[in-house]
Structures are given as C-alpha cells and as structure tokens.
C-alpha cells in the first residue's frame, strides 16, 4: 500500500543508543522525516546529527521545546528502563503515537501507565523488542503456526551480552570495576540489571511462540559478583502445564553475540510435541527436528518484506492501514512479558515460586 502521508517523527531521549538506530530506520523510510531530536546532553545526538545530517533548529535539549515547536505525530523514546512511564505520560498529551525501545517498563505497575496514558490521549503504542525483527525467530515462529512441530510445549531461552559498559570487541579486556559499575545507570535500580535488561526478550517472544499464552508459575534466581548493586545473571524457570520453559540472562557472557556468538549461543530452542526448532540470534539458517526428520534438517531463515521488515515501518504502517498491532512490539503481548519479568524479579527476592502476577 501506497502511504498517503508524511509521517512527522521526534527522536526523545537519548539514554538507550537504540536510538541511533531507530531514527536511522526513520531516516530511510520513504514516509516519514525526522522533524526533531531531543536529549538533555547534546553529547549523546553528535553521532545521530552527524550520520544523519539532522539541520540545528531540528536538535533541542529541552524535550516540551521539541514537541511544542515541531508537533510530531509519532515519538521515538528511549529512557532508562525504570522511567518509560514518566516519558510516556510527559509525551501523550501532545498528541504523538509512541515508540518505544524495549523493556515495556520497570514493572508492571509503570506498564499499564503507559497504556493508560495513551489510551487517555487516543493515540497508539508499541514497543520495540529487537529481537523481534531477527529472520531466525521470525522464521521459527512461522514454522510453529504452521505445526511443523506439533503444539509448542517448551521454550528455552539464553541471551546477554559483556555487560552494559565493558569492551564488546576485545575479549582481553579487563572486567570493568565495581566503582565503574556503581557509577554507571545500567547498574543502578533504574537500570535493572541482567534480568529487566534481558529476560523481556525471551518472556515477550516466548508469549509470541506461545501464541498468547500465560505461564501458570514462575521461579527465578540471580547472580552475580558481590558489591555490583544489581544482578548480572538469572535464571527463571516458568510452568506452563506439565512442561517446564526456561529463560537465562547474563551480563558477562565470553563475547558479545553481535560479535561473535558466546556459548550457550544467544538465541532459543523450542520443543514441541512432534518436533524441536533451534533459532539462534544472527544465523542466516535454523535447524528443524521432525518425525520425518529426526536427524535435523537447515531451514534458509525468511527474508523480511514490507511492510513488516522493520520497527518503524511497521509501526507507521498499521497507524496508517488502521489494523491492529501484533506480534511482540503489541502491548497485549508485551505486557503479558512483563508479568513474567515482575514476578520473576519478586521470585528471586523472595527465593520461592510464585503464581504470575496479574497486576
């Protein structure tokens, strides 16, 4: 479908670097143009500026500045974890749909201000998880609805990286400190930790594999070295009927996935009652278990296409086409993400299981 408009969008805040990324999409996007960024410290936008040759008058430090004088109708926010509520409540009333970069929130509680805060203002909202545009889970996820592997029984999730302030590239560089840590915000309540930074991907996406279903009960533990203020790895395990899923997080994996995949490989492994689908993150192939196929089989991922090849272009087109959004960027979906990230975090603290925490 052909768009029948410009979509005008604003880039605020600047704390995840996701942004860099996600404003590029919009940059490329023949339907949209990027009518304003806004951090508090212009140090962080000099990349976005530069790359994308966004003019001065489109680059503010004041965000009421940013919407008042440029009136998007869609804004990009990338906040620390623990304060998407407070952006999306502060952006809502001027009249501008929300993205925004994954996790959902700091907890539940804050998730359903979010929800609240547009549906009080009639606009719409996603968030984005970016594991969802990877051809391996994409394609696995098709493999499941069509019951390649007969009805999803287990999702085994694994998925970190170095850590939030270490050197990605070099696997000879020094830990970094525990001073250096505590100084920086990933590190912090805010911040969250391993598990808030991590197990959204895999709770979000296992609710999407699971087609919407909810877990009957959750038991999570953490880890991590002593003094660092938040956990840097856990593990939940999640009941749903008889079977038993699993979702691992760690901050302090060997390499960084985007680099070079750690062991375990970051990615899922899904077993179903007639089959079993092994989706790693980045792989350009899966591998597919069958009755007919017991050996394993290589499945060539799924190419994206339009209008589902990426956050931004999705996000504008079910704003324009009126459907609905789905998929782990939905609000049903995501939300039901976040129950199991609340409860796997109490779960932890409180070192027994627990019932999903329904609100």
Not at 2 to 13: E, F, V
Not at 240 to 256: E, H, I, K, M, N
């Amino acid at each position: 479908m052909k768009s029948r408009r410009r979509w005008r969008i604003a880039g605020i805040n600047f704390d995840f670097r996701h942004m860099d990324h996600l404003l590029h999409l919009a940059h490329e996007a023949p339907n949209a143009e990027i009518v304003g960024i806004c951090h508090h410290d212009a140090r962080e936008m000099h990349d976005v500026i530069r790359n994308l040759r966004i003019p001065a008058d489109r680059v503010f430090t004041d965000w009421r500045a940013c919407l008042e004088r440029t009136r998007p109708d869609v804004v990009i926010l990338c906040p620390a974890s623990g304060v998407h509520a407070d952006w999306v409540e502060r952006v809502a009333p001027y009249g501008a749909h929300v993205l925004v970069e994954k996790p959902f929130a700091g907890n539940l509680q804050q998730a359903d201000r979010m929800i609240a805060a547009v549906r009080r203002a009639r606009w719409r909202l996603a968030i984005n998880w970016p594991l969802a545009w990877y051809p391996p889970h994409l394609t696995a996820r098709r493999l499941i609805a069509e019951g390649r592997i007969g009805e999803l029984q287990e999702v085994h999730f694994y998925d970190g990286n170095r850590g939030p302030i270490a050197d990605h590239r070099n696997v000879y560089a020094p830990e970094p400190t525990l001073a250096a840590k505590k100084k920086n915000w990933f590190y912090a309540k805010v911040g969250g930790g391993s598990l808030i930074d991590y197990l959204g991907y895999g709770a979000t996406l296992g609710t999407w594999f699971f087609d919407g279903r909810k877990p009957d009960e959750i038991t999570a533990v953490t880890g991590g070295a002593k003094g660092v203020p938040v956990n840097e790895q856990s593990v939940t395990v999640a009941r749903y009927g008889a079977w038993l899923s699993t979702f691992q997080t760690r901050w302090g994996t060997f390499t960084s996935p985007w680099n070079h995949q750690p062991q375990p490989k970051c990615g899922f492994v899904l077993k179903g009652s007639e089959g079993t689908i092994a989706n790693y993150d980045y792989e350009p192939t899966i591998r597919l278990q069958t009755r007919k196929h017991p050996e394993g089989i290589t499945v060539p991922v799924d190419r994206l296409r339009s209008p589902r090849s990426n956050p931004v272009e999705y996000f504008l087109h079910c704003l324009e086409s009126g459907e609905p959004i789905k998929g782990p960027i939905s609000v049903e979906t995501s939300r039901i993400g976040q129950q199991i990230v609340d409860t796997a975090t109490l779960s932890a603290r409180l070192r027994k299981p627990l019932r999903l925490i329904r609100k």
